[in-house]
């Protein structure tokens, strides 16, 4: 696993790579919210079929939550 800063990079460029190639932003499947909420930043993957994962980016360290439906 990558450490924090090296993961947030990672998923930013994913997202951004995810808005720069898609042809409509409402079939986008990675985000990354800077905003989330206070002092926290949040990655998301959702593919449409059920499975997602959320990466939350927090003063006190890195949650990581995914689902695979199969």
């Excluded at 930013?12 to 898609?22: H, V």
């Excluded at 932003?25 to 059920?50: I, K």
Aim: aromatic share 10%.
């Amino acid at each position: 696993m990558p450490d924090p800063a090296q993961l947030r990079a990672h998923l930013r460029a994913l997202a951004a790579l995810d808005r720069a190639i898609g042809d409509d932003p409402r079939f986008c499947q990675y985000t990354f919210d800077g905003t989330w909420s206070p002092a926290v930043e949040a990655a998301l993957m959702e593919n449409g079929s059920g499975d997602d994962f959320a990466v939350l980016f927090t003063p006190a360290g890195v949650l990581i939550r995914g689902f695979d439906h199969e």
